[in-house]
């Protein structure tokens, strides 16, 4: 019982704020793309992204509770992630860490852990967001997938563009008169799920969006990043992606860490 405390009050928080508009995405006919200059523009740092550090604020929906909170991120290539969700005093509520798309969750504050489980399994547990650790890297910084090989480039009008990438996944690429002709990289669509980026500083976006539209197996899901404090090409030393976990630590399951319902508990106590 005591590790659903943790997990609720890191990951779910109440909130009052209107969600933003969904972003509109062209329609209608298309004209295949001879000249991929605003694919290019939009899309040519990505070979450059390894390490990449964030702060993040997180908040949102999964299904139909609220999510808030703050995250300190750092991400390796392949699967590395390690996220630690911080507190206003006192230490963090949780350190996720691990290589190789598998991950170990602490909750330090209750003295549980999970060990050894998929990386994406854990977040989804968590918030809903069933995603690669090589996901969120890409996206934090800007791009649409780890490694992206576009086919069928298109053209919508003078100022959008789309591509394929393997697996299924679209992105879309926008250019706007504040940004002197540049394209930037606005959506990623996969299926139910769409991913925005805004608030670009040439490149970077200052924001994420991650909308699912609800599923047989999936809840609906709209989650929001502000993004902070974005260094890329940062030197993380292996330990990085280590959790220390104390020797007396009880451990816990994914079921555990999903069956504590941890975002309706966080709701009752507000």
């Known amino acids: 019982m ?4 943790s997990a609720a009050v890191a990951f779910a928080v109440l909130f009052s704020s209107c969600a933003p508009k969904p972003l509109t995405l062209p329609g209608g006919a298309s004209t295949p793309l001879t000249d991929t200059t ?6 040519d740092h990505c070979d450059e992204v390894t390490t990449i550090t964030a702060e993040i604020g997180l908040s949102g929906k999964a299904g139909s509770q609220r999510l808030r909170g703050t995250l300190h991120a750092g991400f390796a290539p392949p699967e590395s992630l390690r996220l630690e969700a911080v507190a206003p005093f006192g230490g963090p509520f949780f350190l ?3 290589i190789d ?3 170990t969750l602490l909750l330090p504050r209750e003295d549980r852990v999970l060990r050894e489980a998929p990386a994406a399994a854990i977040l989804e547990a968590l918030a809903g967001l069933d995603q690669a650790p090589s996901d969120l890297r890409a996206w934090i910084a ?13 053209g919508y009008g003078a100022d959008w563009a789309a591509a394929d990438l393997e697996g299924g996944r679209r992105l879309w690429v926008h250019r706007r008169p504040e940004t002197a002709g540049g394209w930037r990289l606005v959506a990623v669509n996969e299926g139910p799920l769409t991913v925005e980026f805004t608030e670009h500083t040439a490149t970077q976006p200052g924001r994420l969006r991650i909308r699912r539209a609800a599923g047989p197996r999936a809840a609906a899901l709209d989650v929001r990043l502000e993004l902070r404090q974005v260094e890329r090409g940062v030197d993380l030393p292996a330990a990085t992606f280590v959790v220390d976990v104390p020797a007396g630590a009880v451990p816990i399951t994914i079921e555990d860490l999903r069956g504590s319902a941890p975002l309706r508990e966080a709701k009752a106590r507000q």
Not at 2 to 5: E, F, G, P, V, W
Not at 38 to 43: E, G, H, I
Not at 142 to 154: F, L, M, Q, W
């Open 101 to 103: 798309g598998r991950a």
């Open 2 to 5: 005591r590790a659903r405390n």
């Open 38 to 43: 605003a694919l290019v523009s939009a899309l």
């Open 96 to 98: 996720l860490a691990g």
């Open 142 to 154: 800007g791009c649409p997938a780890a490694t992206a090989t576009i086919s069928n480039p298109r």
